[in-house]
Structure formats: C-alpha cells, structure tokens
C-alpha cells in the first residue's frame, strides 16, 4: 500500500515543486515552527567551537603572568543587557532614567561612545565583546581566541566574573565558557534575576588584595520582564505601561552602576566601563529582541567608559566620530587599559540579524 502511495506521489514531485520547498524553507527558518531545525545547527556548530576553546583554554591554565604595559590597577565591566540607548538620558531621552550617569558625564574622564550591537542574540553578541570572533568568522575565530579575561590575566590581573544570569542553556553556554576563564566565577542565580544582589557580592568582596583586580558583572539589565528587573529603586512607583516598566529596569541598573562604583572609590586608578549585548524594541505591541527581520533599536546600544585617572586613549574616536560595531569592544578595551597599542576598531553597519548566516546593514 505504502509502495503504491509512493509511486502515485513520485511522478508529481518535480524540480520545481523541490524548488518551491527549497525556497520555502528558506524564506520561513528563523519562523515558527521551522526555526527549531536552525536552532538545531547552530546548537551543534556552538558546541563544536565550545569543545575547541577548551583545549585551548587548558593550555593558558599553568601560564605564568608575563611583564605587560597597563594603566589601570581596578577594571569594572558591566556587561549590560537588553538596555536600549534611547531610553536613556545620558543619550538624550527626555525622561531622567540615569540620574548618576548624567551627574558622571560632568566629569572630564567620562566618556560616551556611539556604537551598535553586532547581533540582536546575547549568545553571539557577548562572545564578540570579549573574544576575536566577529561578523565574518564568529565560530571560528570564537574556538581559536582567548577572551580579554584571559589577557588581562596573562598581565597578572586577578579576574572575577560575577553573573546573575543563568549558567547553562542553548543562550548560556558560549559565554559560560568565557566566564570560566575567570579566576573567580559566580552566578548569583536568583528566583528575580534582580541585579541589586550583586552590591551584596561586592561590599562583602576581601578588599585587601592588593593584586590588580579585574571584575566583570553580567546582569540581567532590562531583559524582558521588565517589571521583574527591578525592586526597590524605580522611577514609576506604579508603572502601568510596558515603556515604563522597561524604563524602570534603565534607572535601576543606572543605581547599580552607582553603587558599583562607589563601592571601589578607593581605588584610584580605576577604569569603570558599561555596555550592553544588544539593544531591545520598546512598544506596547511589540517589546523584545531576537526578531527577523530585526530592528534598529535593537542594536542602538549605551557605551560609557569612565576614568579614574586621565587617560588620553579614552579619546581614541575623537578625531573621527564615526560609529563603532561593538564586535571590538574587547580590542577597544585592550587598547585604553593598554595592553596593546593595535588600534584596529571596527566601523562596520554589518549585523547578525538573529543567526550568523541572517546578516543585515544598520544604516547610522
Ligand atoms: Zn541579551
């Protein structure tokens, strides 16, 4: 019967009717439900290049700190998520979301940058901003590079990441493994995923270690829910639309940015930096990110870096003021720490819209 079946059927499929499924496929793989069969691949390609770094991540394990150039003696990262620029004062939103942003922008070592995400996913946004992988070559370039962690460790930097992001996962995985890099690792994993647990970590941190410490936060920002993100510090006591409750997550992740670096005023010679993976469509229809075809608000992200000390590298895109790509944000870091003196940036419009095979140009 079955074989009867598929000799009536058999006739009938011809080149274009393959054609049509061929396009179709095509035209509907980052859709539900076929994105499943996307996700699939690049599930297993990540996988590979996750097995690939280790190798070459146990290799740098018995490395011996080597004599290197820096400047600072207290690195603070706060790799953000899903915190769109445009809902933030300190880039001219009409609303006071970052009050302690905009007080630091009074200071003659602050300094704001233009730039966008390279991807609207976290999972390849963040692997882009700490290793070499890029737009072009991200898995390869992701298996075969160590991160910035690793290099500020070969310098002799004492590194910790701090997450209250989630440690496994088809999202997690690929930063998982640039987090163990660290020599301290933490996922403050809470029911919330409100950042403010973070302060607790740092003010109870052994602040007697006088070797260079290098922290990086991974928070959970303005991730969808919005109205989980926040607690005790918000700018709308009853926030009844989804704008101001993502405006609530800006202005207590703009607190936490505060208290941060409050809690190291000690240290001088402190560079403090804020960015995020992506940036996050903000409407009561549509709120989110990871969409195909995607959104300029999705890769309209905050770079803010804030010096201690004077530091004239800080003002390396003051001659050209073109945008950057946040692909090379780790380079851009390397350089104003000053471990390297390469000032190879990328300006590129290139994006991954939602995976490295759907790319797409933001127009400035
Ligand atoms: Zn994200």
Known sequence: MVFRILIKIKPKHS????????????????QKPLNFITYYFISSQTSEAISKRK????????????????????????????????????????????????TL?????????DIIAPSNQTRFSVPMMFTDADIHSWYEKYS?????????????FQTHWISTQSKTGRHEDAITSIAQEADDVVFLANTALQDEIILQHVQNRDTKLTTKQAYIFHISGSHFRYSSRYKDHKLYNNASTI?????????????????????FSKNK???FVYFSDHGE????????????????DEFDIPFIMYSGIVNPRLRFNENNQKRLNGESI???????????????????????????????????
């Open 243 to 263: 704008v101001q409750e993502y405006d609530n997550s800006i202005f207590s992740t703009d607190f936490l940015l505060g208290e941060i670096l409050k809690s």
């Open 269 to 271: 010679k402190t560079l």
């Open 55 to 102: 190798e070459l991540l146990l290799k740098e394990k018995y490395l011996k700190a080597t004599q290197c150039e820096y400047i600072y003696d207290t690195i603070l990262i706060i790799q953000g998520e899903s915190a769109n620029k445009h809902h933030m004062s300190v880039y001219n939103y009409s609303i006071d979301t970052t009050p302690f942003l905009n």
């Open 105 to 113: 922008s009074h200071s003659s070592n602050f300094y704001k940058y």
């Open 330 to 364: 780790n380079h851009i870091l390397e350089y104003v720490i000053g471990i390297t003196q390469d000032k190879n940036f990328s300006y590129s419009d290139t994006v991954f819209s939602l995976t490295p095979k759907t790319k797409s140009i933001i127009k400035s």
């Open 15 to 30: 080149i274009k009717s393959y054609a049509i499924i061929v396009i179709f496929f095509a035209v509907l793989q980052n």
């Open 144 to 156: 075969n590079s160590v991160s910035l962690i690793t290099k500020l460790k070969r310098c002799g």
């Open 281 to 296: 469509v903000v409407s009561p229809d549509k709120a989110g990110h990871g969409y195909y075809p995607s959104y300029k």
